[in-house]
């Protein structure tokens, strides 16, 4: 069944810690770049990161420099968000996405192919 699944969201106070993860299956998942987007009540989803199908590539919105760190397992056919330090600001919905066989424009939504459910990261002040 082609899907993917976040797990990993929480509440957590600023400054904290928590780590996304996304599993995918039913796609060649060595061959398919992976975006983490967010999006907060009343405003537009927002890019994150992304990294390329080899983990070559990596990109990350100014606003998370730094403080987040995106992974991938090829092997486990996962994508892991690493998020430091975060800051009220930061509470959203989290998705991850696929974009078979892309590297080039990978902060654009419009890119992906397959979309997963969010998982909810609330950061308390």
């Known amino acids: 069944q082609l899907q993917l699944v976040e797990s990993g969201g929480a509440l957590v106070q600023a400054g904290g810690s928590l780590r996304l993860s996304c599993a995918a299956s039913g796609l060649t998942f060595s061959t398919t770049s992976m975006g983490w987007f967010r999006q907060a009540p009343g405003k537009e989803r927002e890019f994150v990161s992304a990294?390329?199908?080899?983990?070559?590539?990596?990109h990350y919105a100014d606003s998370v420099k730094g403080r987040f760190t995106i992974s991938r397992d090829n092997a486990q056919n996962m994508v892991y968000l690493q998020m430091n330090n975060l800051k009220p600001e930061d509470t959203s919905v989290y998705y991850c996405a696929a974009a078979y066989q892309v590297t080039f424009y990978l902060s654009q939504a419009t890119t992906y192919d397959l979309w997963g459910q969010g998982t909810q990261v609330t950061v308390s002040s």
């Open positions: 990294i390329s199908w080899s983990g070559g590539i990596t």
